[in-house]
T-cell receptor, first 113, second 111 residues
Framework: DAGVIQSPRHEVTEMGQEVTLRCKPI?????LFWYRQTMMRGLELLIY????????DSGMPEDRFSAKMPNASFSTLKIQPSEPRDSAVYFC???????????FGSGTRLTVV | SQQGEEDPQALSIQEGENATMNCSYK?????LQWYRQNSGRGLVHLIL?????REKHSGRLRVTLDTSKKSSSLLITASRAADTASYFC???????????FGKGTKLTVNP
């Protein structure tokens, strides 16, 4: 398995633009998580899905952020409109049902100028 | 919210020495996990210890868990330059699926 695949690896965009981050979890993993990592706040959970259903989105900072999981093999995190404070590394991770650790993707480094 | 807090924030040692990192957390847990992150990369799962376990080994890694003190430690024995990375502890909040991560310990192993 190629692991959790995220795209793009790097994204530079202007303030006000829409940004879409993509994630392909490991086949067979039932849970998918979106995290944001910054120096100041560390790793923050934004939202997670179980069997494609959003379970907890309490970490989504505001209405500008939205996430979808239309099927078991694909998820998106969208920021519209983007702001400079959204600059961070965004990670997607997946996990099989039951115990065990997460498998993380390589992340998307987002810079909003 | 930050559940786990690692200590120290940074650690620099010589190759061959042992490295010990500590983690404290606040609420009840079902398990505690340790992850490694190399610079510019995603996190890699190292080891999971359940709340009814006190110690676990995996290769050069040794993890302990003290639920009465809400603390855990990660010991890396005979460290190598390739162990240079940030190490994070993560806990499930009351047994939920989601993990809450600490801010990590940055380990530097000098050759």
């Amino acid at each position: 398995d190629a692991g959790v695949i995220q795209s793009p690896r790097h994204e530079v965009t202007e303030m006000g633009q829409e940004v879409t981050l993509r994630c392909k979890p490991i086949s067979g993993h039932n849970s998918l998580f979106w995290y944001r990592q910054t120096m100041m706040r560390g790793l923050e959970l934004l939202i997670y899905f179980n069997n494609n259903v959003p379970i907890d989105d309490s970490g989504m900072p505001e209405d500008r952020f939205s996430a979808k999981m239309p099927n078991a093999s694909f998820s998106t995190l969208k920021i519209q409109p983007s702001e400079p404070r959204d600059s961070a590394v965004y990670f997607c991770a997946s996990k099989a049902t039951g115990g065990g650790g997460y498998t993380f993707g390589s992340g998307t480094r987002l810079t909003v100028v | 919210s930050q559940q786990g807090e690692e200590d120290p924030q940074a650690l620099s040692i010589q190759e061959g020495e042992n490295a010990t990192m500590n983690c404290s957390y606040k609420t009840s847990i079902n398990n505690l996990q340790w992850y490694r992150q190399n610079s510019g990369r995603g996190l890699v799962h190292l080891i999971l210890i359940r709340s009814n376990e006190r110690e676990k080994h995996s290769g050069r890694l040794r993890v302990t868990l003290d639920t009465s003190k809400k603390s855990s430690s990660l010991l890396i024995t005979a460290s190598r330059a390739a162990d240079t990375a940030s190490y994070f502890c993560a806990t499930d909040e009351g047994g939920s699926e989601k993990l809450v991560f600490g801010k990590g310990t940055k380990l530097t192993v000098n050759p």
